[in-house]
């Protein structure tokens, strides 16, 4: 497996805070990426969680924690 920059740039700085809603959208599918790295088995799963309530606000949660992670590094866009 090739390996996957977990942080794309290598920071976690953005200009606004949509730009960072959208690094924490993008960490939040590496490491998904990482910790399932068969393509075609990611595939499969799709179908199973867009189809779960308690998965979709699994992931939603997720990503609200990078997000939040992503904000302190910005100190809110202050």
């Keep these: 497996m090739d390996a996957i920059t977990l942080v ?4 976690l700085l ?8 959208q690094l924490a959208i993008k ?3 590496l490491i998904i990426k990482v910790t399932q790295p068969d393509e075609q088995k990611r595939q499969q799963l799709r179908d199973v969680y867009a189809h779960d309530a ?3 606000i ?4 997720t ?3 990078k997000f939040a992670t992503i ?6 866009w202050r």
Aim: hydrophobic residues 40%.
């Design 8 to 11: 794309p740039t290598n920071s």
């Design 14 to 21: 953005t200009a606004t805070p949509e730009e960072g809603r």
């Design 27 to 29: 960490m939040a599918r």
């Design 54 to 56: 308690i998965m979709l």
């Design 58 to 61: 699994a992931i939603g949660q």
């Design 63 to 65: 990503v609200a924690t």
């Design 71 to 76: 904000a302190a590094a910005n100190h809110y």
